[in-house]
């Protein structure tokens, strides 16, 4: 028999053979489906599924489930994509259901041609919903933390790296190389940041980015930062993958910390599995040659603007790398309107940040903060709306102005007071300089519909330190701590201002990105502990602690009235009270000691005859000029 077939013979036969079972056995393959799963009970019954396969546009599609109705199997121009719309009846059982797909192919056979039907079974997961801890929100009584995860902690050195993924590389002697932090080191330092009196994290994006290097500048950079979603159901293996996540929330929630999810809804990574095979043209914007955003607002909301401008602006692509979507395309729209509600529902998020607001098609955002907050009233949303006045600022956010667009977003990035307050802290006062700035930017409130839901800050990822922005000098720092966790609104620290992290955004924003000394294996130091911290990082660190720990035992401070009184001579003197208590801030802005005349104040006063100064312990009389130190910001609570 052997004689009968050479090698080649064998090798032939099998091939054919093998073509034959191909046509034969060509199954529907199924490699993406999003949502991953979905819940009975949810407000808006309706779900839509995007399965991405090959060829599934020749599919039928059954699904029989009691309670859940398929409503319409819509194709796109990719005959690789299925597009579901189901309806979920409140009485609807949980459990798993199947969608049957099935697919009929001809197979020739010689001459004769048969009609074989190929079938797919998709499981697909309706839980129940739970009242486990989620989309608390967060509000002015919060101190948020904001870090970023590759900078700050390796948990777990085992996931650094890996090989299948587009950037596969990890070296923190690189400033612009990922640097291996995960969630398991966020979680190793719970305790960490409730010593500190943080009661929030905001992380920098979670989400997969499965981004290659990229030239920006001469050298190549990862996609360490977090902004170039590439699935937005995964969060990125790196950082420890959903289970880690999933993880973190549950454990900051054990121990009082709430979650703030960092979501950009403006852009996708370029690498992004619904744009490497993408659905239709229409899912992204397009431009006959490449276009970026201006980055500018005010074609957005100036009477005057073209209408090429302001298409620049929404339509523009942020970066080469970082494609705009469509949000007016219904798909693209559902699919990024469902993942914020799936990540709270899954993962008990409790608050939501939107990166790159003022470029987002703003009745898109109205309508996904609109479905946040009726599916979880309690969640809090504010948006990076970063202008340079109060009008513009305000007019991406529930405002007082009579404008053709009104936005329901509750809450912003406050980059006006963050100005303010530098300006108050780094110039000579004048007219309108120095302390007059912050105490004219708040004057300007009104035009907030609630300002007391924006996020006050020194500096972020974006921004050059505070410390180094206020030339290092221990006074300034301290002044601003203290107008940061007494103003009104939701105070944010950045990670390692405490224990005097410095830098300017000199050569790249990487300096201002550094590791958190002590969070990765090696480090000669370890600031999370006192012993590893010099003796004026722990002043600083003991500083921020005491004042944030105070803050978070007195209301007056969170939702407690403001009453801010004229500078004078370079003296910013205001009140935050409720029923309970009075606290009265004075920022002596001077380089001299000067005294304080306390007439002026006596509106708030009252009959108070006694300042605590809570930082310090000593009394003040308050029937007497006040001596101020030069260059410092008291914090008193008053008494008789
Ligand atoms: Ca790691």
């Not at 054990?254 to 229409?282: F, M, T």
Request: charged share 20%; glycine share 6%.
């Amino acid at each position: 028999m052997l004689r009968l077939f050479s090698k080649a013979h064998v090798t032939f036969l099998i091939c054919l053979l093998g073509l034959c079972l191909k046509a034969f056995t060509q199954p529907i393959v199924i490699d993406r489906i999003a949502p991953l799963n979905w819940w009975v009970g949810m407000k808006d019954p309706r779900l839509q599924i995007i399965v991405h396969g090959e060829n599934l546009a020749a599919a039928k599609v059954v699904i029989n489930y009691p309670g859940l109705t398929l409503v319409k199997e819509n194709k796109v121009d990719n005959p690789n994509y299925l597009i579901l719309d189901l309806t979920i009846s409140p009485n609807c059982r949980t459990g798993t259901f199947n969608i049957e797909l099935s697919r009929e192919t001809e197979v020739k056979r010689g001459r004769k041609t048969t009609t074989r039907t190929f079938t797919k079974t998709i499981p697909y997961e309706l839980r129940a919903r739970t009242d486990f801890v989620k989309a608390q929100g967060v509000d002015a009584s919060d101190l948020i933390y904001l870090l970023l995860p590759d900078r700050f902690a390796n948990g777990d050195p085992s996931n650094d790296k890996f090989a299948d993924m587009a950037d596969t590389q990890a070296d923190r002697s690189n400033p612009f190389l990922r640097h291996g932090g995960d969630l398991q080191g966020i979680i190793d330092h719970l305790d960490y940041f409730k010593e500190l009196g943080v009661t929030a994290l905001w992380l920098n994006p979670v989400i997969e980015n499965d981004q290659p290097l990229t030239d920006e500048g001469g050298s190549p950079r990862s996609a360490y930062h977090g902004y170039g979603f590439t699935d937005h159901y995964q969060v990125d293996r790196r950082l420890g993958g959903n289970d880690s996540y999933k993880k973190l929330v549950d454990a900051a929630h054990a121990n009082g910390l709430k979650i703030v999810q960092d979501a950009v809804y403006n852009h996708a990574g370029v690498n992004h599995w619904l744009l490497q095979d993408s659905p239709a043209a229409d899912w992204l914007h397009q431009w006959p040659t490449y276009t970026n955003t201006s980055y500018k607002e005010q074609p957005v909301l100036d009477p005057y603007a073209s209408k090429l401008d302001q298409k620049v602006t929404s339509d523009g692509w942020f970066v080469p790398f970082l494609p705009d979507w469509n949000q007016n395309n219904t798909y693209v729209k559902n699919y990024l309107l469902q993942h914020a509600i799936w990540t709270v529902e899954y993962f008990g998020i409790d608050t939501w940040r939107v990166d790159t607001y003022m470029y987002n098609d703003l009745e898109f955002m109205n309508q996904v903060n609109a479905a946040l907050l009726a599916e979880y009233p309690n969640i809090h949303i504010f948006g990076e709306n970063w202008t340079k006045s109060v009008p513009n600022q305000a007019y991406f956010q529930q405002n007082h102005l009579e404008v053709p667009f009104k936005s329901n977003l509750p809450g912003a990035c406050d980059f006006q007071t963050y100005y303010a307050i530098n300006d108050a802290l780094n110039q000579e006062v004048g007219w309108d300089s120095g302390v007059q700035r912050i105490y004219a930017t708040l004057g300007q409130d009104y035009l907030y519909e609630n300002p007391m839901k924006n996020v006050v800050f020194l500096d972020n990822h974006d921004t050059d330190r505070y410390l180094s922005v206020v030339g290092e000098n221990m006074d300034n720092y301290r002044m601003g701590i203290i107008w940061l966790l007494t103003t009104r609104g939701i105070p944010q620290l950045y990670y390692g201002t405490e224990i005097l992290m410095k830098n300017f955004k000199d050569p790249s924003d990487a300096e201002v990105r550094r590791d958190f000394p002590g969070g990765f294996i090696g480090d000669k130091e370890n600031k999370f502990a006192e012993v590893g911290r010099t003796n004026a990082e722990n002043e600083a660190f003991d500083f921020i602690k005491k004042l944030a720990n105070y803050r978070k035992n007195n209301p007056a401070l969170h939702s407690g009235k403001l009453t801010q009184f004229l500078p004078m001579e370079g003296v910013y003197v205001y009140f935050r009270y409720d029923e309970n208590k009075t606290i009265m801030v004075i920022m002596n802005s001077n380089k001299e000691s000067i005294s304080l005349e306390t007439g002026r104040f006596r509106e708030r006063l009252g009959t108070f005859a006694t300042a605590i100064d809570v930082l310090e312990g000593s009394t003040f009389n308050l029937n007497q000029p006040l001596k101020l130190a030069a260059r410092t910001a008291y914090v008193f609570e008053l008494g008789n």
